[in-house]
């Protein structure tokens, strides 16, 4: 089991960057595919970005590929993510999230197994 708790959030401009980070308890982070996934108010929770348990392959939403960037350390247990260039729709509470499911690359919220409480970005002016 592992216990996932999300910082980074905030208040920022269009155009403006952030940087997520989701720190993991437990000494078995490396073994877990991780993601991160965002909700609107009012909207679904939906997909942003995965990585492989190695590290070795990554995966974007279209709405956030070649802005956003995830990574992780797992000497640290952290899982990143890199924003740039935010826009207004961008605003959401995200949410970072690990499954079980090293395989494949999963983009499915049902596939995760453990989640954070998430944090809240805004994108605003």
């Known amino acids: 089991q592992v216990q996932l708790v999300e910082s980074g959030g905030g208040l920022v401009q269009p155009g403006g960057s952030l940087r997520l980070s989701c720190a993991a308890s437990g000494r078995t982070f490396s073994s877990y595919g991780m993601g991160w996934f965002r909700q609107a108010p009012g909207k679904e929770r939906e997909f942003v970005a995965a990585i492989s348990w190695s590290g070795g392959t990554t995966y974007y939403a279209d709405s956030v590929k070649g802005r956003f960037t995830i990574s992780r350390d797992d000497a640290k247990n952290t899982l990143y993510l890199q924003m740039n260039s935010l826009k207004p729709e961008d605003t959401a509470v995200y949410y970072c999230?690990?499954?079980?499911?090293?395989?494949?690359?999963?983009?499915?919220?049902?596939?995760?197994?453990?989640w954070g409480q998430g944090t809240q970005v805004t994108v605003s002016s």
């Open positions: 999230a690990a499954t079980h499911q090293i395989w494949a690359i999963t983009t499915t919220t049902r596939d995760y197994d453990y």
